[in-house]
């Protein structure tokens, strides 16, 4: 098993910018890929970014070239660092995590999700 517990998120004026964590813990070193997904209210869960164990990455449109994700293999920890913040990006941000080398931004991938931290970006 693998728990992942996400922190970071915060209200912020848009343009401005935050970083989001999540922490592994458990089962780590069976983890092959992991991502940051975001869900607003009356609206899917979506992918934002995914990176691989060998450090891969991809993104979504929408965020390309504003988000970067990274992970600190030493702590288990994923990062999402989120620049140039936009109105549209609000919403709970969600770490998630599976075994395997590849990655997908398919939120049905994944098997491990964590509890969820708040974006509020704001005018």
């Known amino acids: 098993q693998v728990q992942l517990v996400e922190s970071g998120g915060d209200s912020v004026q848009a343009g401005g910018s935050l970083r989001l964590s999540c922490a592994a813990s458990?089962?780590?070193?069976?983890?092959?890929?992991m991502g940051w997904f975001r869900q607003a209210p009356g609206k899917e869960r979506e992918a934002v970014a995914t990176i691989t164990r060998s450090g891969t990455t991809i993104y979504a449109a929408s965020v390309k070239g504003r988000f970067t994700i990274s992970k600190d293999n030493a702590k288990n920890t994923l990062y999402l660092q989120m620049n140039s913040l936009k109105l549209e990006d609000s919403a709970m941000y969600y770490c998630?995590?599976?075994?395997?080398?590849?990655?997908?931004?398919?939120?049905?991938?994944?098997?491990?999700w964590g509890q969820g931290t708040q974006v509020t970006v704001s005018s």
């Open positions: 458990g089962y780590t070193s069976s983890i092959g890929c």
């Open positions: 998630a995590a599976r075994g395997g080398v590849t990655c997908s931004l398919s939120t049905s991938w994944y098997n491990y």
